[in-house]
């Protein structure tokens, strides 16, 4: 079986541009969350989806925006990239929200905003 | 709101001895904690979580973690140490059961040959 897949794996974008990465889950699970992981730190927490509604939101700003669709995989979309948004972006899935799962996560895609 | 700390930056162990990678949380209610662990320029790997139950969670290659509710405490050990566990580790927690999983810094463990 196929893990979660995301893509691209790696992405260079000027400041100001736009960028879309993209999240397949595990086949069956039907909630997708987005963390953002500058060096050196630990994952933040950015969306959680579930069904195909926002269910959780982190203290991201509005040039973040997300969403899922019927078959459950996602999209994450930033505007007007900055320097400070480059960083590796993990997606990860569970079944459900009803349940005591851990997250299992993608490889991340790596964007560098130059 | 819900917190972990992970107080070490870095732990460094010899090969073949017990160690162990500190974590505390803060929560409202009962928590839902996680171990993860990342190999560079990989994605985070699930190695153990703690519901409810026993106060010592076995999970994937070797790793064990105690939970101690009255120190809010769940460290993550292993009794013997090998060089292949060289990674950074991260500690997590989630307040309700249908709630976002937060992260801690993280802990860059070394074992030394």
């Known amino acids: 079986d196929a893990g979660v897949t995301q893509s691209p794996t790696h992405l260079i974008k000027t400041r100001g541009q736009h960028v879309t990465l993209r999240c397949s889950p595990i086949s069956g699970h039907k909630s997708v969350s987005w963390y953002q992981q500058v060096l050196g730190q630990g994952p933040q927490f950015i969306f959680q989806?579930?069904?195909?509604?926002?269910?959780g939101r982190g203290n991201f700003p509005d040039r973040f925006s997300a969403r899922q669709f019927p078959n459950y995989s996602s999209e994450l979309n930033v505007n007007a990239l900055l320097l400070g948004d480059s960083a590796l972006y993990l997606c990860?899935?569970?079944?459900?929200?009803?349940?005591?799962?851990?997250?299992?996560f993608g490889s991340g895609t790596r964007l560098t905003v130059v | 709101a819900q917190s972990v700390a992970q107080p070490e930056d870095q732990v460094n162990v010899a090969e073949g001895n017990p160690l162990t990678v500190k974590c505390t949380y803060s929560v409202s209610g009962n928590p839902y904690l996680f171990w993860y662990v990342q190999y560079p320029n990989r994605g985070l790997q699930f190695l153990l979580k703690?519901?409810?139950?026993?106060?010592l969670v076995k999970g994937s290659y070797g790793f064990e973690a105690e939970f101690n509710k009255s120190q809010t405490s769940f460290h993550l050990k292993k009794p013997s140490a090998l060089v292949s566990d060289s990674a950074l580790y991260f500690c997590?927690?989630?307040?309700?059961?249908?709630?976002?999983?937060?992260f801690g810094k993280g802990t860059r463990l070394h074992i030394l040959p």
């Open positions: 989806y579930y069904e195909k509604e926002e269910r």
């Open positions: 703690y519901i409810t139950g026993d106060n």
């Open positions: 997590a927690v989630r307040q309700n059961r249908d709630d976002k999983i937060i």
């Open positions: 990860a899935s569970i079944p459900t929200l009803q349940g005591s799962y851990g997250y299992t």
